[in-house]
DNA sequence: TTCTTCGTATACTGACCTGTGAAGTCCTTC
DNA sequence: GAAGGACTTCACAGGTCAGTATACGAAGAA
């Protein structure tokens, strides 16, 4: 089996594709905590011994889940910053992701959802969840320093405070488009930095 | 007893005292769902039957738990507001708070964990989350309209976002002060708007 | 004195939690 | 036809969960 602690999505056996797909749906709208290996057994018609045998334990579930929602994300904004040549533009592509992403997930972001339920540092979930956000923020500065920002540090993270902000938008005030608000911050803080 | 959701703060005998301060310390800490009854009785020098007495349940508990959080917080933002006189200052003014609440806050934003945590919209923690979150956006709206913007609910709209994604940053960004970088971004808005 | 309030102590319920053991079936591949 | 991986069945361990039952003690107020 696999001994470390995410899988390969590619060599997934077929019940544990089942497994994992389950177990993000049910994690994504009730909580991590609030989901026992019982209900993700008994929905994805595969007994609990099989999802033992397929994760090994519900943390390597848990981190598997955020995982492969990491990489899903991660390859929706380099398709997005991809699409563009301007450097300018190519800053702003996370937002035109974002606006894709958020209509797809009412429930917020995974990832914040998961640092409030499981705050030890020493938790793969925890781990999986700051690489992710640290990643946007690299690609910020990265981006911000192509477009000739005079201090690309600040403008990237001026911008990751946009997205964080839209992003616990959709938990803390679900009748108003964060996505929309940020990306029009986003637009008036890149004009003025570049 | 006390049968409504959460109760006056004045009133608790001086046991239910040590169990609300023990129960915030721990929720805030662990997250509310890993937080058990047993734990929070043993940790206030109290049995579970005085606890059971006193909140009548979990759930109550974590209603009295936010609304406490939710009334410090709105008299520490109103001290910062009646400090000011200038319509612009008045405006700012939350951003003030936050870096206090921050600096004394690590872990984040209580109401945003707790939506987290707790995705049902008939939870009471749920409720008063929400409305702790509407009460702010008010009064952006409120302060905005009163220093002459030209579109109130879009400046209180992009306010409130910074504030979350200063919140949010405290979580995924826990190297960046987010509240700092947020105050800084809302001084740009609000020159920009009024 | 009697009643109420606030608290103690201990034991308990029934459900649920993550995780394991042991044995056996189905199916593909070599 | 042998081997081995994927999966099943089912029982069970060892704990923790929220919440309850019962009985008692101390203090203040009427």
Redesign the pocket.
Known sequence: ?NESSTFDPGTL????RRILDTAAELFYENGITAV????IAARS??????L???FG???TLVASYLSERDRRWRALVMRYVDARTAAAERLLAPFEALREWSSQNPRGCAFINALAELPEPGHPAHRIALEEKRWLRDLFARSAGRAGAEHPGELAARLFCLHEGALAMQATAPGLDGAHIATGLAHDVVRAAV
């Open positions: 089996m056996t077929p019940g544990a026992g290996v019982d209900l018609g595969v007994t609990k011994r099989t033992y045998n397929r334990s519900k943390d």
